[in-house]
């Protein structure tokens, strides 16, 4: 079994920044994919990003050339750097994890993971 457990949520003002961890308990870092998503009060949780075994990254229109995805397989740990941050931003984020390699069809998509981790609050004001 995989968990994940997200940090570095915080409250901040617009245009800020902050960087999001995501901690799994395995090696799926490395050979599996990964992904940010978010969930605003009264709406769907949504894809924010993702990045494969092979470090190809995918990215919401809301979120791209603000937000960065990236890993570190060393220490089994996913990031989000957000940048520029907008009161629209303000969400719980989740990291999710799959074994499968890939980015997979549709790559933010709730279906393409297994593992979720409970969330970090990011508040934009």
């Known amino acids: 079994q995989v968990q994940l457990v997200e940090s570095g949520g915080g409250s901040v003002q617009a245009g800020e920044s902050l960087r999001l961890s995501c901690a799994a308990s395995?090696?799926?870092?490395?050979?599996?994919?990964m992904g940010w998503f978010r969930q605003a009060p009264g709406k769907v949780r949504e894809g924010v990003a993702a990045?494969?075994?092979?470090?190809?990254?995918a990215y919401a229109d809301s979120v791209k050339g603000r937000f960065t995805i990236s890993k570190e397989s060393a220490k089994n740990t996913l990031y989000l750097q957000m940048n520029s941050l907008k009161p629209e931003d303000t969400a719980m984020y989740y990291c999710?994890?799959?074994?499968?390699?890939?980015?997979?069809?549709?790559?933010?998509?709730?279906?393409?993971?297994?593992?979720w981790g409970q969330g970090t609050q990011v508040t934009v004001s």
């Open positions: 999710a994890a799959d074994p499968r390699y890939g980015l997979g069809i549709h790559p933010l998509g709730e279906y393409e993971y297994n593992y």
């Open positions: 395995v090696d799926i870092i490395s050979t599996g994919r």
């Open positions: 990045i494969d075994d092979g470090g190809n990254t």
